[in-house]
């Protein structure tokens, strides 16, 4: 999909385009961190309306189940501005200085200085780039406040290691992404969720599953492929009625199933990158089941 395929109306079309141009000379030391066009989806309004939220300044929360493609999805976004992605991967470990940055004692002839090493968020805001936080509901509740400035109205925020203010420029902006109900995250607080706009990102499924599948997987079997299209609509729909976990239907552990499979027997390979990620006998029973019924 290109930019002209998002049906934007003609004024954000050409707020993009005309992004697009101003970030050409600005963004240099940084097109390593510009995302590819690795996500599809049957939904074009997917796309569309991120894209709309982010042209406005909105900041963006994607949220749908593990494997959906939500970083997929963020890096696309990326691709589509042009934008550098700077990257934030939460967990209970997560702290200002992870964030922020932090100090660190450099040494220059004979003489020691003590020098402030720029975090994500740091990055994105001082260069007005995009930030990508993952698996934000993951963080401890106590971490992420520190960012409540930078993602509403003000777009500031105090470094508690220089005492700086710090105001974003002009094209900061944040994706972020959340797994509800995944073991080990906790519920977003109000004041923080109400700084986002959300867009849910389900499963891919059918004709554009199989697509992707074509285009992305080593395995190029068509009557194969279409088989794994079938066992994750199985897995999906198994996963609705609470029978399995969010992981077994991951499009991610697929992609890499499929992958496999042209190396090795496709239940094998199912084996390798679903079942044997799963720690409940029942699940892995079951999808082992699912599997003898579509694959020799």
């Known amino acids: ?11 954000l079309l050409e707020k993009l385009k005309n992004f697009r141009n101003n970030l050409l000379n600005r963004t240099s030391d940084y097109q390593h961190l510009i995302g590819n066009k690795g996500y599809t989806s049957e939904n074009q309004e997917i796309v569309s309306d991120a894209v709309i939220a982010l042209l406005m300044g909105k900041n963006v929360l994607l949220k749908g189940p593990t494997g959906s493609g ?3 999805l963020a890096e696309y976004l ?18 200002a200085e992870a964030l922020l940055g932090h100090k660190t004692i450099t040494y220059e002839n004979g003489h020691s200085e003590i020098e402030f090493i720029p ?29 409540n400035g930078i993602l509403d109205y003000r777009r500031t925020v105090t470094n508690p290691f220089t005492g700086e203010l710090l105001k974003a420029s ?4 944040v994706i972020a992404a959340i797994n509800e109900g995944y073991i080990g995250t906790v519920p977003l607080n109000e004041a923080l969720k109400n700084r ?7 499963y891919i499924q059918g004709d554009t599953l199989y697509e992707m599948l074509l285009n992305q997987s080593e395995q190029k079997d068509e009557e194969l492929l279409k088989s794994f299209v079938q066992f994750s609509a199985d897995l999906v729909q198994q996963t609705s009625t609470g029978q399995l976990s969010e992981d077994a ?15 090795m027997p496709p239940k094998r390979a199912i084996q390798r990158a679903v079942t044997d990620k799963l720690e409940d006998q029942r699940e892995r029973t079951l999808i082992h089941n699912i599997a003898d019924t579509l694959f020799l």
């Open 78 to 95: 990326s691709f589509l501005f042009q934008q550098p992605l700077h990257s934030i991967n939460c967990s209970v470990d997560l702290d």
């Open 249 to 263: 239907a991951s499009i991610r552990a697929l992609l890499d199933a499929a992958d496999l499979s042209a190396y």
């Open 119 to 147: 975090g994500p968020v740091t990055k994105a805001a001082v260069n007005g780039h995009f930030l990508y936080i993952d698996e934000i509901n993951v963080s401890k509740p106590e971490t992420l406040p520190i960012l």
């Open 196 to 202: 986002f706009v959300v867009i849910e990102v389900p």
């Open 1 to 11: 999909m290109s930019i002209d395929d998002l049906n934007l109306p003609n004024g």
């Open 170 to 173: 002009e094209g900061f902006n």
């Open 70 to 72: 939500k970083t997929k």
